[in-house]
């Protein structure tokens, strides 16, 4: 049996979307606990955006220095040839690449108004593809957008164009949400066979069905003899109804009658980062985690009416189908009531050294803890809202990755 290994996408699809932002501090953090979370791949950003550059390549060079350890960083780009080459000029370490491009005859007509053809796509691809391979991309994703509103022959000739030319997997895209488990499952399946290509699945939330859809995807591979890669965002955040929810997904791989003990999910996966990750990007996003959540909401393992605390109380497994602990959750979480001395963009020295010794962290020389200090301001103004501790950390034990994090320069 072949594997399931997750991608990330909230650094890209989910930071893209309407009404939804991320500092550049908040996307590393990010990139930071998925790779704690033993996530396969981060899809960390756009390489041709200027205002993308210095955190990308100061994120590159925290895998360098070991800060971020297993956890692929890869950028998402057109697949044409100039936005590979800018990617490169801009990103010289990026090691991993997603290109991507329109397939439906809808967005070729609609989008390119008939100035490119099926051919044309596919041979801007192919020459995207081997300009990325050629500049040093170590692997390439290719990505059909709106691949649910292509055909399966004309998909199937996309693919085997790029497993030809060098690519090592095909991302299918379910951009408008409109697939359905069963139908994407017997697609997959038949593309799996004809391809024998390793398979992504990106898929949308507009009719409530994105897990689902994923999940049924990612099976259809597997049975055909290709690993599949699920996309995810975390908290599910993503353009309109949003994508792939990266909690819900593991749940489901692990404990649905379906999946359980019947596929093979990436073993690095540590389901007990959960809480953590949802917490942090609640807070990031400036958006409250629905009460209903799956494992991470408020009423994930509530139990009230009558029959139901009875029979949890006697047996949590009458009414719950994995632990709070499984997804990290079931310790108190400290609220400060009283005196309190934080550090932010108008602190000063000594509430900064109180703040650090709180958390373990000595500064050798007062010039290094200015130093430090003054990163927190910056980080501080720019993320408007308090550092986490796990921030304060973050600034103090990697500075100059920070600096250049905090760097954007129009
Ligand atoms: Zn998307």
């Known amino acids: 049996m ?22 550049k501090l908040a996307k590393t953090m990010l990139n930071i606990y998925l790779d704690e979370m033993g996530i396969f791949q981060s899809e960390i950003g756009f390489p041709t955006l200027k205002q993308e550059v210095n955190y990308i390549n100061a994120n590159l060079a925290l895998v360098k220095k070991g800060a ?11 697949a044409i040839p100039e936005d ?3 990617t490169f000029k801009n990103c010289p370490e990026i090691k991993h690449l997603n290109i991507s491009v329109s397939t439906s005859d809808i967005m070729i007509k609609g989008k390119f108004q008939g100035r490119k053809t099926w051919k044309d796509i596919l041979k801007t691809m192919v020459t995207a593809l081997k300009t990325a391979r050629a500049l040093g991309a170590v692997t390439v994703g290719v990505n059909a957008e709106d691949a649910s509103r292509t055909e399966t022959d004309k998909l199937v000739e996309f693919i085997l164009a790029a497993k030809e030319n060098g690519g090592d997997r095909f991302r299918y895209c379910d951009t408008l949400g409109a697939d359905d488990p069963i139908s994407i499952y017997q697609k997959i399946s038949e593309i799996a066979g004809a391809t024998r290509f390793p398979l992504e699945m990106h898929c949308h939330n507009d009719l409530g069905m994105a897990e689902a859809v994923s999940l049924a995807g990612a099976q259809g591979a597997v049975e055909n003899g290709v690993d599949a890669y699920i996309n995810t965002t975390i908290n599910g955040y993503g353009e309109r109804a949003g994508n792939c929810d990266l ?19 990436d073993e690095r996966v540590d389901l007990r980062k959960s809480w953590k990750i949802a917490r942090y ?3 990031a996003f400036d958006i409250p985690i629905p009460i209903k959540q799956v494992g991470v909401g408020a009423n994930a393992f509530a139990h009230e ?6 029979g949890a109380l006697k047996d949590r497994r009458n009414y719950e189908l994995y632990d709070p602990e499984d997804v990290g959750r079931g310790e108190p979480e400290q609220l400060h009531t009283g005196r309190i001395i934080t550090t932010g963009e108008y602190g000063g020295l000594k ?8 958390l373990g962290i000595h500064f050798n020389s007062e010039k290094e803890a200015r130093r430090i200090l003054e990163l927190v ?9 308090p550092l986490t501790d796990d921030e304060l950390r973050f600034i103090a034990e990697h500075p100059l990755e920070v600096a250049s994090i905090l760097t954007i320069t129009p």
Do not use: P
């Open 305 to 310: 009416s009558g029959i139901h605390a009875d």
């Open 68 to 78: 971020i350890k297993n956890i692929r960083l890869e950028g998402w780009c057109r």
């Open 351 to 358: 509430g900064f050294m109180h703040v650090y010794d709180k």
């Open 2 to 23: 072949k594997n399931i290994y997750l991608i990330d996408v909230t650094n890209r699809d989910g930071v893209q979307t309407s009404r939804i932002l991320l500092s």
């Open 247 to 265: 909690v819900s997904t593991i749940l489901a791989l692990k404990y649905s009658h379906g999946f359980e003990d019947k596929v093979h999910l």
């Open 281 to 283: 990007a609640s807070y």
């Open 84 to 86: 590979i080459e800018l």
């Open 377 to 385: 301001q910056y980080a501080n103004l720019l993320n408007q809202k």
